[in-house]
């Protein structure tokens, strides 16, 4: 994982080199929204993580849980069993295969991840609260910049720039974001460790 200092170095790097040529949309933007059917869900869990696990008809096995710093969790029946690395898929079938061993006939178990603590993605500059937010499924950039308490007043929305690693390098391309909330260009869909940087108009 990138540390915050590289990432802070990185939003200062943006800052210097991406203040210009916002008045076209980026072309390896719009290839980063159309590999967007064939990106991976980042969807395995991580220490500290939140997730709800219900068992159809069995309320006491229902409930929420977060994975410890051992990358485990305590569950009725079950024990204390390691869930670091898993999807919730795997959460399912692992589950499901402990409790029909001998505790519930043909147990019916669904998971759905509710907060992503161990995964991050970076807002920078010229929003109302900047910082490290926790990621989640299917986040989109609009989605993001309103957790970062939306544009400050002098935000160049257009000239939003996005950093992201690509088959192990970091490409850096500008999202509109004015054209997105306006209907003109296609919103994307974020990834873990996603930083994302916007400058101030320059008058």
């Known amino acids: 994982m990138r540390s915050y200092f590289y990432i802070l170095l990185l939003a200062c790097s943006i800052l210097v080199f991406g203040a210009c040529g916002y008045g076209s949309v980026d072309p390896a933007y719009e290839a980063l929204v159309e590999q967007e059917n064939t990106m991976p869900i980042a969807g395995e869990l991580g220490v500290g993580d939140r997730f709800q696990l219900t068992v159809h008809g069995q309320g006491s096995l229902s409930g929420e849980f977060t994975v410890s710093n051992e990358g485990t969790i305590n569950y009725p029946y079950l ?25 519930i006939q043909s147990p019916s178990v ?94």
Request: glycine content about 10%; aromatic content about 8%; some cysteine.
């Open 79 to 103: 024990g204390r069993i390691t869930v670091e690395g898993l999807t919730c898929s795997d959460m399912e079938e692992k589950v499901t295969a402990g409790l029909a061993d001998g505790y």
């Open 110 to 203: 669904r998971c759905s991840i509710t907060e992503f603590n161990s995964k991050r993605i970076y807002i920078f500059g010229s929003v109302g609260a900047p910082g490290a937010f926790p990621y989640r499924t299917n986040l989109s950039i609009i989605e993001a910049i309103a957790l970062a308490g939306g544009f400050a007043e002098r935000a160049s929305s257009n000239g939003t720039k996005l950093s992201r690693v690509v088959n192990g390098t970091e490409i850096q391309v500008r999202v509109p974001l004015q054209d997105i909330v306006e209907g003109k260009s296609r919103n994307i869909r974020l990834l873990p460790g996603d930083i994302i940087f916007v400058p101030e108009t320059p008058y």
